[in-house]
């Protein structure tokens, strides 16, 4: 089946700690991309990639941390300057072409203990 | 990031009848590219229809067609036959045409409810 995995669906996060949301793709989308969702609000770009080796801050990567070494991989690290980290995070990817589409995975749910 | 507004936070249609859910956005580019997407209960993000704005022909997708009106900034959704799977969130989003520029700017959505 090609897609967009992510895991866990489910995450925890203690007081202090980093953790980390997996998200792969095998569509062979060059470019990938991490937003935040939260309640009532529409999606937030925290970070995206176009190319392997290579990302770019979004609008509120501040307390998150990726990398992208593989193509087919982008994960995303919560850290523990992120100080409201509760929310739904969605994995997408696409072509690099002219119109491109997003497609999306199914999303991790991250609370705090 | 550009300015996408849906000022629907909450829709009500009836089973078989029609909505139209609207979006604005706000941009000075004269080409860029624009999306619906749906979110159902469980929070799958799925692509609906898709918009050039250099096209002024409305693009279509079985019951679900758009009203493209690029100097009103406008770009509403329809949503013909409604059906109970089409209850959902739906979220406009706007693409500049900008070369490696991939970044979706999404509206707040619109809770669409399909009454029985």
């Known amino acids: 089946d090609g897609g967009i995995t992510q895991s866990p669906k489910y995450l925890f996060r203690k007081e202090g700690q980093n953790v980390t949301l997996s998200c792969e793709q095998n569509?062979?989308?060059?470019?990938m991309y991490w937003y935040r969702q939260d309640p009532g609000q529409g999606l937030r770009l925290i970070y995206y990639s176009q190319i392997v080796n290579d990302f770019q801050k979004g609008d509120i990567a501040e307390g998150y941390s990726v990398s992208r070494e593989k193509k087919e991989s982008f994960p995303l690290t919560v850290t523990s300057a992120q100080k409201n980290p509760t929310a739904f995070y969605l994995c997408a990817s696409s072509t690099s072409g002219s119109f491109s589409t997003q497609y999306f995975g199914p999303g991790t749910r991250l609370l705090v203990l | 990031a550009q300015t996408v507004t849906q000022s629907q936070p909450e829709m009500s249609v009836q089973e078989a009848e029609t909505v139209t859910l609207s979006c604005t956005y706000d941009?000075?580019?004269?080409?860029?590219?624009l999306f619906w997407y749906k979110q159902p209960p469980s929070r799958q993000m799925i692509l609906v229809i898709r918009?050039?704005?250099?096209?002024?022909q409305n693009a279509t997708e079985n019951r679900f067609s758009v009203n493209f009106q690029k100097a009103a900034k406008s770009f509403s959704l329809k949503i013909s036959d409604s059906q109970l799977g089409d209850a959902a969130m739906y979220f406009c989003?706007?693409?500049?045409?900008?070369?490696?520029?991939?970044?979706?700017?999404f509206g707040a959505g619109t809770t669409v409810t399909v009454r029985a």
């Open positions: 569509l062979n989308h060059d470019a």
């Open positions: 941009t000075s580019e004269s080409d860029y590219y």
């Open positions: 918009q050039e704005a250099y096209k002024q």
């Open positions: 989003a706007y693409r500049s045409a900008g070369p490696n520029d991939y970044k979706l700017s």
